[in-house]
T-cell receptor, first 113, second 114 residues
Framework: DQQVKQNSPSLSVQEGRISILNCDYT??????FLWYKKYPAEGPTFLIS?????DKNEDGRFTVFLNKSAKHLSLHIVPSQPGDSAVYFC????????????FGSGTQLTVLP | ETGVTQSPTHLIKTRGQQVTLRCSSQ?????VSWYQQALGQGPQFIFQ???????GRGNFPPRFSGLQFPNYSSELNVNALELDDSALYLC?????????????FGSGTQLSVL
């Protein structure tokens, strides 16, 4: 039972263009959403997050959009750079004392120079 | 500031053996979580420790156990290894156990069970 789904295993984008990574979730109890980036041989690193009380959060070139009614979130990277090439994981958590993240299966982003 | 470090980086075991993986938290962090990442999948939550007590557990059998020490370093122990236990094991630390605390991950231990 995959509660967080990333249906695109890979995405290729030209340098300077916009990258849009998508994520869907099924658990209505999720109220906090995050994106992590992972380079080979490294652990995931936090990128950006959004609380369910918001529908948008920006941090520099990265913007996350949340559509609660559709149970959908997306990460926009503008402009995309070759250094952004990595695996991007969407993650979600619900209320509770344990900081348990439920991850999607990831999307490999390749930014072509 | 030292980040999260895990040891060993790679490990090969045979089915039925036991394994211990180690993690040193980022300085000042009192909460540690362990995740299992199988090939082609996202990390899956195993359990979390806060101030040396287990503070939440995912859908893993009891042969997965852990410890957190007074200096907040941690161990993950897996008994009676199975082939499906082959995965990348990630440790993550955070300043606290709150819902919005940012997790800092180590580079992981790649476990192969033959």
């Amino acid at each position: 039972d995959q509660q967080v789904k990333q249906n695109s295993p890979s995405l290729s984008v030209q340098e300077g263009r916009i990258s849009i990574l998508n994520c869907d979730y099924t658990n209505s109890m999720f109220d906090y959403f995050l994106w992590y980036k992972k380079y080979p041989a490294e652990g995931p690193t936090f990128l950006i997050s959004i609380s369910s009380i918001k529908d948008k959060n920006e941090d520099g070139r990265f913007t996350v959009f949340l559509n609660k009614s559709a149970k959908h979130l997306s990460l926009h990277i503008v402009p995309s750079q070759p250094g952004d090439s990595a695996v991007y994981f969407c993650a979600a958590s619900g209320t509770g004392s344990a900081r348990q993240l439920t991850f999607g299966s990831g999307t490999q982003l390749t930014v072509l120079p | 500031e030292t980040g999260v470090t895990q040891s060993p980086t790679h490990l090969i075991k045979t089915r039925g053996q036991q394994v211990t993986l180690r993690c040193s938290s980022q300085s000042g962090h009192n909460t540690v979580s362990w995740y299992q990442q199988a090939l082609g999948q996202g990390p899956q939550f195993i359990f979390q420790y806060y101030r040396e007590e287990e503070n939440g557990r995912g859908n893993f059998p009891p042969r997965f156990s852990g410890l957190q020490f007074p200096n907040y370093s941690s161990e993950l122990n897996v008994n009676a290894l199975e082939l499906d236990d082959s995965a990348l094991y990630l440790c993550a630390s955070s300043l606290g156990q709150g819902a919005n605390e940012k997790l800092f991950f180590g580079s992981g231990t790649q476990l192969s069970v033959l």
